[in-house]
């Protein structure tokens, strides 16, 4: 089984401001990895997502993330935030082996200071 | 592709009555799931779909819960009796296998969420 920790449930940051949302997992096989986003009173929206090869991989809306397998880390960056990324994000994780489900962590709300 | 369909968006209904919230996924996918999303317990997956036959429920609260996919571009979440516990909202999903390079077996990809279904039980 997997399991997801996002620390912050909260990150409020200054527009024009870098902003890194932190994820952890724990798994005991390899797996994929996913960051979702969702806007107020809407669905989730795949950001970007960890398959295999570059660690780093980039998404829409200029995050990217760092898949750390020592440190079982991947955090999500982004060099300068706007308004219109205030929303909710969810790391989740699936694992390599046929198994379909996802396991999200309890989100980060990102609340963007003007 | 109009992306994952869900219907209706707003639900409010009286404890005790029978909810049937409807999903239409994304064409040529085959694994549909429904998730709950509240405040208290964030996003917990409920049960999930893989060519038309229930694959794991383990999510399912209790038997008042029930899904079903009758064919690969419809499913149903219903809820007989509804309690005011269960007011939430209810995402559905859905996604495609495919097959990566490395492995001999097929793997899932992205999942798509509709936009949910809030439902409220007075």
């Known amino acids: 089984a997997q399991s997801v920790t996002q620390l912050d449930s909260q990150v409020p940051v200054f527009e024009e401001a870098p902003v890194e949302l932190r994820c952890n997992y724990s798994?005991?096989?390899?797996?994929?990895l996913f960051w979702y986003v969702q806007y107020p009173n809407q669905g989730l929206q795949l950001l970007l997502k960890?398959?295999?090869?570059?660690?780093l991989v980039k998404g829409i809306n200029g995050f990217e993330a760092e898949f750390n397998k020592s440190q079982t880390s991947f955090h999500l960056r982004k060099p300068s935030v706007h308004i219109s990324d205030t929303a909710e994000y969810f790391c989740?994780?699936?694992?390599?082996?046929?198994?379909?489900?996802?396991?999200f962590g309890t989100g980060t709300r990102l609340t963007i200071i003007p | 592709d109009a992306g994952v369909i869900q219907s209706p968006r707003h639900e409010v209904t009286e404890m005790g009555q029978e909810v049937t919230l409807r999903c239409k996924p994304i064409?040529?996918?085959?694994?549909l799931f429904w998730y709950r999303q509240t405040m208290m317990r964030g996003l917990e997956l409920l049960i999930y779909?893989?060519?038309?036959?229930?694959?794991?429920d383990s999510g399912m609260p209790e038997d008042r819960f029930s899904a079903k996919m009758p064919n690969a571009s419809f499913s149903t979440l219903k809820i007989q009796p509804s309690e005011p516990r269960d007011s939430a909202v209810y995402f559905c999903?859905?996604?495609?296998?495919?097959?990566?390079?490395?492995?001999?077996?097929?793997?899932?990809?992205?999942?798509?969420f509709g936009p949910g279904t809030r439902l409220t039980v007075l």
């Open positions: 999903a859905s996604s495609s296998d495919f097959l990566a390079s490395s492995q001999n077996h097929p793997s899932t990809d992205t999942q798509y």
């Open positions: 798994s005991s096989v390899s797996v994929y």
């Open positions: 960890y398959l295999s090869g570059s660690t």
């Open positions: 989740a994780v699936s694992d390599r082996f046929g198994n379909e489900k996802l396991t």
């Open positions: 064409s040529g996918h085959n694994s």
């Open positions: 779909f893989n060519n038309n036959v229930p694959i794991d």
